[in-house]
């Protein structure tokens, strides 16, 4: 059961809610009528973020983001916060040519992304307009993605895009700490597209509902995406497995994600008998204590394999997995299920530069 699902704590919780909501709305007050300054860089800006926090697919959605400009011969730095990173300040995950940082000063997700967009400059700062003006400044680049970046008003930005999670919108509209929310429904008009992930999970009625009620808050485009399994990769051997491989196998599941319940049920659609599924805290950094007691945990449940999430994968480090039981993490990417192109045109306009137009920064460090 999520935790803010749980009445009780919500009950209690409520007072602290209302002057969280106040205080955010007094600081969107104070940017609306531009009395907190707001840095603009000399390159097109890219947020995606959601109102609520965790689970919605930010992270995939900004990896597809990157590809589309990859695809378009542009030059994209992703900034992220770096959650569960033991380092702070400006860190370099990737200079767009070669990782140059650890998991433990990037963070999984940034880490996650540099792996799979070698091409891409990747920065974990957890002041992210600093993390993206430094891009801007020192990084031949076209544009800047923000990951998380709703809330992150500071930031100039010349695309909103918000996520949210179709299938738990509805369970629990309180805002932070006895709800999900971090800003409330009504901030989405600040947004220029909003996507609703999972949408392949969510019944017709709850999306139409969805639908009708974002379109009475903002002129925004309206988009449906989910996550799909696309393959199992070794984590030792880097071999790659399609997802029927693990059909009738018994599989032994672990994750530190926001949501592992969804993990866990993407694992039992695939067919596997799951003989034991353990969920960590999101972000969780796995140790070499963890990892040992998962294989034992794992052998006892007369498993035949391991599997874990990508982010999660990050920070199981392959000496460790030097074990005869396999460690395969799920790889899913992010699929817009309706408007595809429109999305992809609209971000394209913002960020396509004029054939006489000279590079944004001449610099490449």
């Given amino acids: 059961m999520h935790i803010f699902n749980r009445r009780w704590l919500t009950v209690w919780l409520l007072p602290f809610s209302l002057l969280f909501r106040l205080a955010v709305y007094l600081r969107n007050l104070l940017y609306d009528f531009n009395l907190l300054p707001i ?38 730095a992703i900034v992220t916060r770096g959650y569960g990173r033991k380092r702070h300040g400006t860190v370099v995950v990737s200079g767009g040519e070669k990782i140059c940082a650890t998991v433990d000063a990037s963070g999984d997700e940034a880490m996650q992304l540099a792996k799979r967009l070698q091409r891409a400059v990747v920065i974990a700062d957890e002041k992210k307009f600093r993390g993206a003006k430094y891009a801007s400044e020192n990084f031949q680049i076209d544009a800047v993605i ?36 971090r800003e409330p429904m009504g901030s989405v008009s600040r947004a220029h597209a909003v996507i609703f992930s999972n949408a392949k999970n969510s019944a017709s009625s709850k999306l139409e509902k969805l639908f009708h009620r974002t379109s009475n808050k903002s002129s925004a485009i309206l988009f449906t995406a989910s996550l799909a399994p696309k393959f199992l990769e070794n984590l030792s051997t880097g071999e790659h497995f399609p997802i ?14 926001a949501r592992p319940a969804r993990f866990f049920e993407e694992i039992k659609k695939c067919e596997a008998e799951v003989v034991e599924s353990v969920a960590f805290p999101d ?52 699929d817009l299920v309706t408007g595809a192109e429109a999305f992809e045109s ?20």
């Fill in 146 to 181: 923000i990951d998380d970046g709703f809330q992150h008003r500071k930031l100039h930005r010349d695309i909103d895009t918000v996520l949210i999670d179709a299938p738990s919108f509805f369970e629990n509209r309180w805002m932070l700490p006895a709800g999900p929310f």
């Fill in 346 to 365: 609209t971000i394209m306009r913002r960020c396509r530069k004029p054939a006489s137009e000279p590079a944004a920064n001449p610099r490449i460090k």
């Fill in 244 to 257: 029927s491989f693990i059909n009738e196998k018994k599989v032994f599941a672990t994750c530190g994600i």
């Fill in 39 to 76: 840095v603009k860089l000399n390159v097109p800006v890219i947020s995606v973020g959601n109102l609520t926090v965790g689970g919605t697919g930010k992270t995939p959605a900004v990896e597809y983001i990157a590809r589309l400009l990859l695809s378009n011969h542009l030059r994209p």
């Fill in 283 to 334: 972000h969780h950094a796995f140790e070499k204590d963890d990892i040992i007691a998962i294989f034992e945990r794992a052998r006892e449940a007369h498993a035949e394999l391991i599997v874990i999430t990508e982010k999660d994968a990050t920070k199981w480090s392959v000496e460790m997995v030097a074990h005869p039981l396999p460690v395969l993490f799920l790889r899913v990417e992010f």
